[in-house]
């Protein structure tokens, strides 16, 4: 199973929209995907429309709680979760006195059987704390999306120092899949700037494809469903539809 942690310190960068439909296009390839939402926000959760369970996320990390004791199906074919809730904006405290925190997630996803999944996509907090160090030093691969304004490369900026760290004490092996460029707007100047300048800072680790706004994005969690199947004609979905293959390519999965 590959698992791709999608993080970004700066809020309203997409990452919520990102997991849930990249998630929905690799399903719609037939692979079996496992959504782990860390942000206390709990906005995939709500989006996936996960069946009610009282265990997630909190007890998985707080109270070792078997991997298959804390998944939930979901609306969506082929897709589950492990779901988040208000409880994790107190893990630090939940946590105190114990070692390794920042090792947790990695240490309790080691003990569970993962081979029902192909793609596991963690969805963090818009902050560089606890959570997100968690998913890091479980994760293969960091999907960056990135807004086309000049501010989000300043969290980008932040979120290559910590990865850095991470490399050198939690996660040597973990790669930069690729920086997503997000609510892209083409009609504008400074978006296209914008695209133009993160090529030519990260080059190739920037994905081909992007995903331009569109209203759609914002309608499909009020009906807990991913863009391929609220509009599947949509521009988004094709955007989307495009991100799944450029993944499914780079990471050699097999589609089925």
Same mark, same amino acid.
């Given at each position: ?12 960068? !997409? ?7 990249? !998630? ?8 079996? /995907? ?20 009282? =265990? ?13 004791? +804390? ?39 080691? =003990? ?12 963090? #907090? #818009? ?10 030093? !479980? ?5 960056? #999306? ?34 997503? #460029?997000?609510? /892209? ?61 450029? +993944? ?9």
């Amino acid at each position: 199973m590959k698992k791709i942690v999608v993080a970004n310190q700066k809020g309203g960068c !997409a990452k919520t929209t990102t997991v849930v439909n990249l !998630a929905c296009g690799l399903a719609e390839q037939g692979l079996k /995907v496992l959504v782990v939402d860390l942000d206390p926000q709990a906005n995939a959760t709500q989006w996936l429309g996960a069946a009610d369970k009282s =265990k997630g996320a909190y007890d998985l990390l707080v109270d070792d709680t078997p991997l298959e004791d +804390v998944i939930s199906t979901t609306e969506m074919k082929g897709v589950d979760v492990i779901a988040a809730s208000k409880q994790l904006s107190q893990i630090e405290k939940a946590l105190a006195g114990q070692m390794a925190i920042e090792t947790l997630l990695k240490r309790r996803l080691s =003990k569970a059987n993962s081979s029902a999944w192909d793609v596991m996509l963690i969805d963090t #907090p #818009p902050t560089l704390g606890l959570l997100t160090l968690n998913a890091l030093a !479980a994760s293969d691969e960091l999907l960056v #999306p990135v807004t086309t304004h000049v501010m989000s490369l300043i969290g980008v900026s932040q979120l290559i120092n910590t990865l850095n760290d991470v490399k050198d004490v939690l996660n040597p092996s973990i790669n930069i899949l690729g920086y997503l #460029p997000s609510r /892209v707007d083409l009609r504008t100047k400074h978006a296209k700037d914008v695209v133009e300048l993160l090529k030519g800072s990260f080059g190739d680790k920037v994905f081909s494809s992007f995903i331009r706004e569109n209203i759609s994005l914002a309608e499909a969690p009020s009906f807990k469903q991913g863009i391929m199947t609220y509009k599947s004609s949509s521009p988004a979905a094709a955007d989307y539809r495009l991100l799944t293959k450029e +993944v499914i390519d780079t990471l050699d999965l097999q589609a089925k």
